[in-house]
């Protein structure tokens, strides 16, 4: 069972994120994304880089985390197939991704993701885990 559900938002995508740790939660918030962007399946961890993001509360920190997902795609056409944070506190986020370049020969994009919003963002700490709903503009 895939640890997100997808859900519609008028000509946007949602996500419902689940983990077991806060850090659970932003690393499955990050595989969602790609796994939606591309079959995560043909993907290969070739390079790790490091990603260090700030916020003022949880919601910007999953929101800057996610930015910085979609610009190692958008940006630098480079795709992710493992994600391991490596410390988190409620202002600050440190993470290693694995992954490799965007091959259009071996790799296929499913679906585009243009940006992350703030629209009805939310981080929660539950009985059984943790949980995001997070919008993004497709």
């Not at 796994?35 to 990603?51: K, N, S, Y």
């Not at 694995?98 to 929660?124: L, M, N, W």
Request: hydrophobic letters at 40%; one cysteine or more; charged letters at 35%.
């Amino acid at each position: 069972m895939k640890p997100y559900n997808t859900f519609d938002h008028t000509a946007d995508l949602g996500l419902a994120i689940r983990g077991a740790s806060e850090e659970d939660l932003f690393a499955n918030a990050a595989f969602a994304v790609l796994d939606i962007i591309t079959d995560l399946g043909r993907v290969e961890p070739r390079e790790t880089r490091r990603v260090l993001v700030e916020g003022d509360s949880r919601e910007d920190l999953l929101i800057n985390f996610l930015r910085e997902i979609l610009y190692l795609y958008n940006g630098q056409r480079w795709l992710l197939k493992e994600i391991r944070v490596i410390k988190i506190d409620e202002k600050s986020l440190e993470a290693e991704v694995s992954g490799e370049p965007f091959d259009e020969h071996k790799h296929e994009i499913c679906k585009e993701i243009k940006a992350v919003t703030y629209h009805q963002a939310e981080v929660r700490k539950t009985p059984e885990g943790w949980t995001a709903r997070v919008i993004f503009d497709v």
